[in-house]
């Protein structure tokens, strides 16, 4: 099965400034490369994503960057708020379907 | 914006005993999924449900689970005889298809066997 890491699990940064999650994965037929951010008590909330055919793609202050042939991912912040607390999760899928497998997760802390 | 919601948002039980969460999914969305995190734990894939009926499951997903969708709108997990380690937060999503669309969780249920 795949098998996802993240790091790192635990990041601080100051206010406004940025943030980088890196994914590894084992199965080279993902083809669909999500994140989500979890804050307390909530459930899994998707941030931005991208599909393999693309390399980057950005969306306001979050962009996620693929590298298939190394078979990682990252997630960027920029001018971090204190609202992006949260923990984030990497959660490739592939195959066609959508059974994500997430990775360990990364508390994100922005420190005012 | 539609979303997944989950009843209850708290579920105490004791050791061998039913539950049943139960999850109503975004209305035209067409499979159905559950998940669970054990605390400050990674998020776990359990079981996926498509056309009334499951399409993929994990090895957690054993004979103590099943789902089942009753009437058109709910979606549930039954777990038929709790265990301690059945303790977690239980996450349902939902997605139109499976080819371009995100998967939406509801804010789960924490269950807790004691």
């Known amino acids: 099965g795949e098998n996802v890491e993240q790091h790192p699990s635990t990041l601080s940064v100051q206010e406004g400034d940025s943030a980088v999650i890196k994914c590894t994965y084992s199965d080279s037929a993902s083809n669909y490369f999500p994140w989500y951010k979890q804050e307390l008590g909530k459930g899994p909330q998707l941030i931005i994503d991208?599909?393999?055919?693309?390399g980057e793609k950005k969306d306001q202050r979050i962009a996620v960057t693929l590298n298939k042939t190394a078979k990682h991912f990252s997630l960027h912040i920029t001018e971090t708020q204190p609202e992006d607390s949260a923990v984030y999760f990497c959660a490739p899928a592939g195959g066609g379907g959508n059974k994500l497998t997430f990775g360990t997760g990364t508390q994100l802390k922005v420190e005012l | 914006e539609p979303e997944v919601t989950q009843t209850p948002s708290h579920q105490v039980t004791q050791m061998g005993q039913e539950v049943i969460l139960r999850c109503v999914p975004i209305s035209n969305h067409l499979y159905f999924y559950w998940y669970r995190q054990i605390l400050g734990q990674k998020v776990e894939f359990l079981v996926s449900?498509?056309?009334?009926?499951?399409?993929?499951k994990s090895e957690i997903f054993d004979d103590q689970f099943s789902v089942e969708r009753p009437d058109g709108s709910n979606f549930t997990l039954k777990i038929r005889s709790t265990k301690l380690e059945d303790s977690a937060m239980y996450f349902c999503a939902s997605i139109l298809d499976r080819a371009n669309s995100p998967l939406h969780f509801g804010n789960g249920t924490r269950l807790t066997v004691t």
């Open positions: 449900f498509y056309n009334n009926e499951i399409s993929e």
């Open positions: 991208i599909r393999s055919n693309v």
